[in-house]
């Protein structure tokens, strides 16, 4: 079956500090990956997908994440963390369901950022 | 417009009343979902329409009903509900072959049932 686990539920860093949020995912083909961030009380946003190509994703705010295949792992990086980061973090894998897709989503990481 | 909306933002409502959650997507997708996000736990995906038809309904107790009269409008009909229902309520879209899978989401509806 199709799953998606973020081992970290929740994670501190420091502002200015790098950060990598841990994703592994379990899916017989090849994966769509997505990763989503969710402030308090909002929706999901995307931050950037992984359909096939180039294993580095560039997304929006400076996010990036790196596909490995023999890891089967999708993990989030970000050089600098701004407070402003500070946030709900969602994986996903997509699957097909029916004539549409559907997404899979991990637990989610809370991140906090201290000044 | 833009995007994904949804309205209300927040409702409070009582076990015996009825309301109903509205969304509305501005994006030309042809499948739209409705979540619930509970406080530590997973998002659980409720419903999925394609092309106005209801193609998913992950065991949703029937005092959740789901309308979508059209490609841009997705409604949650709620009766009877249970204290447990409080949750953000999510709707999302999605458009066709591979962005199929990449889902824009609304802001939510924060339900709170007394």
């Known amino acids: 079956a199709q799953s998606v686990t973020q081992p970290d539920i929740h994670i501190t860093v420091s502002e200015g500090a790098s950060l990598e949020l841990r994703c592994n995912y379990s899916?017989?083909?090849?994966?769509?990956l997505f990763w989503y961030v969710q402030s308090p009380g909002q929706g999901l946003q995307l931050l950037l997908k992984?359909?096939?190509?180039?294993?580095l994703v560039q997304g929006i705010k400076g996010f990036e994440a790196e596909f490995k295949r023999s890891q089967s792992s999708f993990n989030l990086r970000k050089p600098s963390v701004h407070w402003s980061d500070a946030a709900e973090y969602f994986c996903?894998?997509?699957?097909?369901?029916?004539?549409?897709?559907?997404?899979?989503f991990g637990q989610g990481t809370t991140l906090q950022v201290k000044p | 417009e833009t995007g994904v909306t949804q309205t209300p933002r927040h409702l409070v409502m009582g076990m015996t009343n009825k309301k109903s959650l509205k969304c509305e997507q501005h994006?030309?997708?042809?499948?739209m979902y409705w979540y619930k996000q509970s406080a530590k736990k997973p998002l659980e995906l409720m419903f999925v329409?394609?092309?106005?038809?209801?193609?998913e309904n992950n065991s949703v107790p029937s005092r959740f009903s789901p309308e979508c009269p059209n490609s841009s409008h997705l409604f949650l009909h709620l009766h009877t509900l249970q204290p447990e229902d409080s949750a953000l309520y999510l709707c999302?879209?999605?458009?066709?072959?591979?962005?199929?899978?990449?889902?824009?989401f609304g802001p939510g509806t924060r339900l709170t049932v007394t």
């Open positions: 999302a879209s999605s458009g066709r072959t591979s962005g199929a899978y990449e889902q824009y």
């Open positions: 899916y017989g083909a090849t994966p769509y």
């Open positions: 992984y359909f096939s190509g180039d294993t």
């Open positions: 996903a894998v997509g699957v097909p369901s029916s004539n549409t897709g559907k997404l899979i």
């Open positions: 994006l030309g997708h042809n499948a």
């Open positions: 329409y394609s092309l106005e038809e209801r193609v």
